[in-house]
Each structure stands twice: as C-alpha cells, then as structure tokens.
C-alpha cells in the first residue's frame, strides 16, 4: 500500500467506530507489548508532557504504559541469576511473583504465580514466540533459553496484550526480549562452578555486521547434582543463535533459533506429613525395579514401585525456531510479521513403574517365554509435537496522536501423547529414552497407557487504536476475536481404550480499554480493564468424566494504578480485581496435568513497589502485594459438595513482599535480597495451611582490569542463594480439592521445597 492511497479522514472515522463499538459490547482492555526500537509503536504515551523520559533508577526500569508492569534489564539479569533459569530464578524479585520448587541449576522445573495466577495462566513469549505447551498450557523453563541472551523479562499484570499470541494469558504475561547482534565483532565466555557438583560453561561469538548482516551464536553446557540425598543429577546442552538483516529505512528482519536438550532425574514432592516426618533432602528411594527375570513356565512376581530415583527422570530435545519482521512499508504504514516453528519430537520422562499381568497385556514382559508372570515396567511420558504459527499487525499513524493497528494471528498445533510402557533394566532405569523399545504383544502391537493424537487450532483477529487525544490524556481501546478447536483421536489398546474421536470449539469476542493521564513529568495515573478467554487443555476432550466436561475460563481484569518518576525513585501503586467464570486450577497425577473447574472466583488485592538511589552508590527496593482469591461458590463432583464458598484458592498466598539494599560504584556491586511469602492452602476447603517463609539471597560483582588490551569485559560474580539455609514447603505442587480425610473427595495435596542455601561463583570474559 502506497502513502498516496491512505485517506486519513475515511481512517480517523474508522478509529471512532472502533470506539463505538468498544462501548456497546462491554468494557475492555489494551496492553502493548514491548517493540523493537526500530518499530513503530501503537502505544503512544503522553507524548506531549513527558518527552524525554527517564529509562532506569538504580538499573530499574522506569515504566509508561497504562497497565502494570515490571522489568527485569539487562543489568538486572546479570546481577540476580547466579546459575537460577531467568525466568523463575530472576522474576521471584519481581512484585507478585511466587516461586517455588526447581533448583540453582536452571534446569529442574519450578513453578511461579503471579498475583494468585498460576503459571498455566500466564502468557509466556519469546520475541513473539509462545512458549507454553499447548496440549498441557504448562510453560517449560527448558524452552527459556540461557540468561546471557536476554535482553530484558517484563512481566504484565492482569491480562495479556491484545496482540500477543497465547492461549493461556487470563493473569496476566511474561515477555522475553532477545539481545540483538553487535556491530562489531567479539567472544563471551564464562565460567561457573558452586554447590552440589554445579558446572557450567557457557560461550557467546558476535560475528560482527557486514553490509546489514550480523550475527551471534551461544552453546552452553550445565551439570550437577540433585541436592537432595542419594543419586540424581542433572545436565543440560543449549545452542542459540540470533541472525540479523537491517536494511533502507529501519527494516530489519531476525532470525532467532534455541535447540535444548535435558537430561535429569526429578524431584520428590512430599505430602505434609512426610514432610513433616522424614529427612528435610529425603527424595525417591534407591528401591529397584527390573523388568527382567523369570523361568519358563513359571508364574514369576514381582511388585512396582515406582519410588525410584533411578525411575524418576526426564530427557527432552525442545527446538524453537522464529522470524521478527519489522517492514516499515511508508513513513505512516509499519508492519511486523512474527512466524515462529516448535518442535518437541525426542526423550522421555518416566514417571510411574506398574505391574500387570502378562496375560492380560498377551506379552512377554521379561522374555522368559510364557505369559505367566507379573513383572514391573515403567510408564513413560513420549510426547511429540510440531507447532506452527504466525502474528502479524500493521500500525497506520493516522496523525501523530493517533495509531490505528489491525493484526491477526493463527497457530497450528499436531501432537501425539503416548505414555507407552518400556521395560525396566536391572539398575531400575528405562531400557530407552527416546520412545523406542515399546513393549509389545504377541502381534507385534505397542503397549501404552495413554495414546492419544491432538491438533489445536487458533485465529485470532483485532483491531486497535490508540489516541493521544489531549496534551496530558492517552487512551486505547481494542477488540479482538478469537476461536481455537481442540481433535483428538484416541488409539485403541488394551490399556489406553477404546478407539474414539472428540472435539470442542471455543470463541469470544475480547474488548479492552484503557486511558492514562499524565499529570506531570512525575505522576501517571490509569486505568484498565479486559476481556480474556482461556481454553481448556486438549486433555479435557478425552473424556475425565468424573470431573466433568471442561468449560473455558473466562475473566474480566480491571485495574487502577498510579506510578511517580524521578531521576531518583520510582515509586508504583495498582488496585486490582479480577472476576472468573469457570476458574480452573491444576492438579498433577501419575505425571500429567489435569484440570478442574473450581467455579466463580473474585480476586482483588493490593501492589505497592518502590526503587530508588541513595548517597554513595547505594540503591533499595522494595515491593508487597496482598492478594485475596475467594472462591464464590462450592464445588460439587459426582453429587458430594465440598465447601469451598468463600476459601482461598490453593497456592495463594495472601501477602509477597520484597527488600533489598544493593550497592554499585561501576566496578563493585553487591545486593542483599529479602523475600517473604505468607501462608498458604493446599486444597480448595482450606483445610490444609502451610506456613510463610523468609529466604535472604545475596550476590556480588567485582569488574576488574586483567591488564589485556583484547579484553573488553572482566567480571568475578558470586551468588548465594537461601543465605541462611531456611528449611520450608515453599508452594503447592499439587493441590486438591479437600486435605480433610473424612471427605469423599479427599486426597493429600504434595509440595515443592526450598532448596538449601547454595552458592555459585562465575567468572566472565568478553573479548
């Protein structure tokens, strides 16, 4: 489209109509994702008063757009993750953020919430590709790739963009951004070692620019050692890779790959009472299991237990592949493309060992040639899938007070679940971890316990304006429409079925709205709210008939918020409340998440946080939020009623708060970071309460000058995490609907734990 075609007054009165339309369907809300510095974009801000605005205090971001936000810099990342993933290790300083589980490697999983929101609502992207799973809409930190190569990590409270493209964001968003190339050319290279075996290496080459093309590819390699006591490791091997072509006018198009590939035993999750009663590093037993064994003709029997370190492990290859196009088309038409390509097509995790008997499965477990026996074997996780997508917007400046965007996005996703039955080597480890090596009957079929293919399809559709309508005034209003259609096809087998196929769709116009004022260069108020719709897990179209047919969460965020900006301080003030229909929360079993509706949910709170400078090189921080998540009606399943009217969702807590004190002079930093989580529910009745927790984590910096002319950068960095070695349940693994043993519906909620204090040292050089 040519400059001359655009009718701006014909443009204008479609803006307008947009607004109309916001009106009549319902109230709204917009949230801008960050951009490229060389796009365009619709957020416009109070252009006119603010002018130059001041980017960071104490290395916090200064914040402008009118919805909550926080991120984590560059500088930031650098200091806070010692080893941690960025993600859950860096955003447990961010306000409202609850972590638990995982570990310093970055590579055990853990698990966060934000504002009482658990992880599988909250939007997770990177440079525009979701990182979600879509059959389960669990985010994997194996998909985050290493901290180096980021940019910055914003988290989005309330509700996603109107433009981002996930299916799970009813909470709320966390968007990574990537570190561009450099012009010129270098080598990154650090070193770290610290508590339970850790190492890791970790190299980044620029390859400089050339005639608009530049370039930087990473590998990196960890090890270590569970923390807990007996066998159980982890290691992990990353490569990434980042090519850029800028060209005329500030386009410019990046290709991002992440190839990852995990290798690691798991975790125990012990219930409140064997927290309660054994060792603090207990994990899974060293008890075997073997799949091998027997006499012809003789009925051979032995028990499963699937209590096994050597048992409990996962090993995965995850590789994500993206496009960012930024094509700016006139001087007043800007668009971006954002392809993206997921693959996830090897390794296992083996999560329970069964037994049953080889005349019901007519095969041979233990090759002792008769189908007498009963012999265990594992069942193994063997997920593939292929996912392909593509969001693409284009911004119209309509005047330099108003932006007009239209987008769309479409995601395609082809999976097979199969959990298949694999044979037990002596040392009670998978005989494979690839999915091969099925157990098979006599006519040469797979066993599986769960064999299962999927698609899932989304279009989503918007439009968006945004209208610096007054010298100190901002407002934006969007409507988008959305569909997604879950397949599935169940595959017959003796333990997985009947064959079958089912199907859902689910579709909802989302409004959103937002006005900001600017009061002075220091004061900002605004106010939001949206519409999000949030689909169930393809797992819900098979059929978990004792918790009923799923339906999709629907919410309505709205939020009032004030900041204040100085060169010396930021202070941040929001007030939120969030209405659910259909809330669902999680529950994990035998290894799978599953999902139930827990009703009408109204979750309103509190979020305060401050950063600012002090004399000598000193800065502070700090934040709180209270968050109330009361259910609104009781939970009946299979006509037994649980009283859960007016209970605190499981794994809420009530109040986070945040300090620290850091110091940074431009060649030594250090930070003292507190954090404190209140207590906590494991069940929806309330009826299990765990209580709060204080960890202390220190880090420390020294840049120094090793007297070499080729080296640009020198760093020594030292972090310790859980400073004073607190014991504590730190989050709900799996909740429950009630912890009360006299109930029908009752069964016992698991927990992560703290990882003991750990330390880890880095040293960093840049050439």
């Known amino acids: 489209m040519s400059r001359s075609s655009i009718n701006k007054p014909k443009m204008k009165a479609l803006s307008l109509a947009v607004y109309g339309a916001l009106f009549l369907s319902g109230p709204a809300v917009a949230a801008e994702e960050g951009e490229a510095a060389t796009e365009k974009s619709a957020d416009l801000g109070a252009i006119v008063v603010k002018g130059k605005v001041q980017e960071t205090v104490a290395d916090a971001k200064s914040e402008t757009v009118p919805e909550s936000r926080a991120t984590l810099t560059k500088a930031q990342l650098e200091k806070f993750v010692g080893l941690d993933s960025a993600v ?9 953020v609850h972590f638990s589980g995982g570990d310093a490697t970055g590579i055990s999983e853990g698990n966060i919430s934000i504002r009482g929101f658990s992880q599988d609502q909250i939007g997770i992207t990177r440079n525009g590709i979701p990182l979600n799973d879509p059959l389960y809409l669990t985010p994997h930190n194996d998909f985050f790739g290493d901290p180096e190569n980021y940019e910055s990590i914003s988290v989005i409270y309330g509700g996603a963009s109107i433009n981002a493209p996930t299916l799970t964001a009813s909470g709320g968003s966390v968007e990574i951004q990537t570190v561009k190339p450099t012009k010129e050319a270098g080598l990154l ?34 090890t270590g050692d569970l923390w807990t006591k007996g066998s159980g ?18 386009n410019s198009i990046n290709a991002i790959f992440s190839v990852f ?32 064994g027997g006499t012809n003709g003789v009925a051979d029997i032995s028990s499963a237990n699937s209590n096994s370190a050597n048992l409990q492990r996962a090993d995965f290859k995850i590789q994500t592949y993206g496009l960012n196009g930024v094509f700016n088309l006139t001087d007043t ?63 119209f400046d309509l005047s330099s007070s108003n ?15 199969q959990m298949a039955a694999i044979r037990l080597n002596g040392n009670g480890k998978s005989v494979s971890i690839d999915g091969s090596n099925v157990i098979r009957d006599v006519n040469g079929n797979g066993i599986y316990f769960t064999n299962q293919r999927s698609k899932i399809t989304t279009q989503k559709v918007w439009v968006q304006d945004s209208w610096n309508f007054a010298q100190q005034w901002n407002l934006k209003g969007a409507l988008a429409w959305q569909h997604t259609e879950l397949e599935g096809e169940n595959v017959a087998g003796v333990l997985s079925g009947a064959a079958f196929t089912n199907s859902a769709d689910y579709y909802r116009f989302l409004p959103s709205f937002s006005l900001d004022y600017q009061y002075d260069q220091q004061n900002q108020v605004y106010y939001n709210v949206t519409s999000n719709i949030r689909v169930p897990a393809v797992a819900s179209i098979y059929g978990n008939q004792s918790l009923g047919q799923q339906n999709p969460e629907t919410t309505l965020n709205q939020e009032i918020g004030w900041r204040y900006t100085t060169p010396e301080l930021l202070l941040s003030a929001a007030v939120f409340y969030d209405q659910f229909k259909n809330r669902q ?24 946080s401050a950063n600012g400078k002090l004399p000598h090189n000193f800065n502070y921080r700090g934040a709180w939020t209270y968050v109330k998540a009361e259910q609104d009606e009781d939970y009946t399943q299979n006509g037994v009623v649980a009283d859960t009217k007016g209970k605190q969702l499981f794994n809420t807590p009530k109040n986070l708060a945040s300090a620290g004190i850091g110091y940074d002079d431009g060649r030594f930093y250090s930070n003292l970071l507190a954090r404190y989580t209140g207590s906590f529910y494991g069940d929806l009745e309330n009826t299990q309460k765990i209580g709060g927790y204080t960890v202390v984590d220190l880090n420390l910096g020294y840049y120094f000058d090793i007297g070499s002319k080729l080296i640009k950068k020198s760093l020594i960095s030292f972090n310790i995490n859980n400073l004073f070695d607190k014991e504590a349940l730190s989050g709900t693994y799996a909740g429950t609907v009630t912890a009360d043993a006299s109930s029908a519906l009752y069964a016992a909620p698991t927990y992560n734990r703290l990882q003991p204090r750990s330390a880890f040292a880095n040293l960093t050089l840049e050439f």
């Open 189 to 222: 290279v650090k070193q770290g070692f610290g508590s339970n075996n850790t190492r890791r290496t970790f190299v980044r080459a620029n390859l400089g620019e050339k005639n608009g093309l530049s370039a930087w590819v990473s590998a990196s390699r960890t």
């Open 261 to 292: 590939l995990m290798r690691t035993n798991s975790y125990s999750h012990p219930t409140l009472a064997q927290y309660q009663s054994q060792d603090y590093r207990q994990n899974y037993s060293s008890a075997i299991n073997s799949s091998f």
């Open 88 to 96: 859950t290790g860096a955003l447990k300083y961010v306000p409202g």
């Open 333 to 395: 038409i800007h668009l971006k493309v954002d392809p993206y390509f997921v693959r996830v097509a090897e390794g296992t995790a083996a999560v329970f060992a069964s037994a049953v008997p080889e005349s019901v499965l007519n095969a041979d477990v233990n090759g002792d040639g008769d189908l007498l026996d009963i012999k265990p074997f594992a069942g193994a996780v063997y997920p593939t899938q292929y996912r392909i997508g593509s969001s693409q917007k284009i911004d």
């Open 233 to 250: 490791a982890v290691e992990s091997n990353r490569y990434e890779g980042n090519l850029q072509y800028e060209w005329g006018n500030n």
């Open 403 to 417: 932006v007009l965007q239209v987008g769309a996005w479409f995601d395609y996703t082809h999976a097979t679940n």
């Open 585 to 608: 929360v999680s529950f994990t079993s035998l290894g799978t998440t599953s999902y139930l509706n827990a009703g009408k949910v109204a979750t309103q709170g509190l979020e305060l």
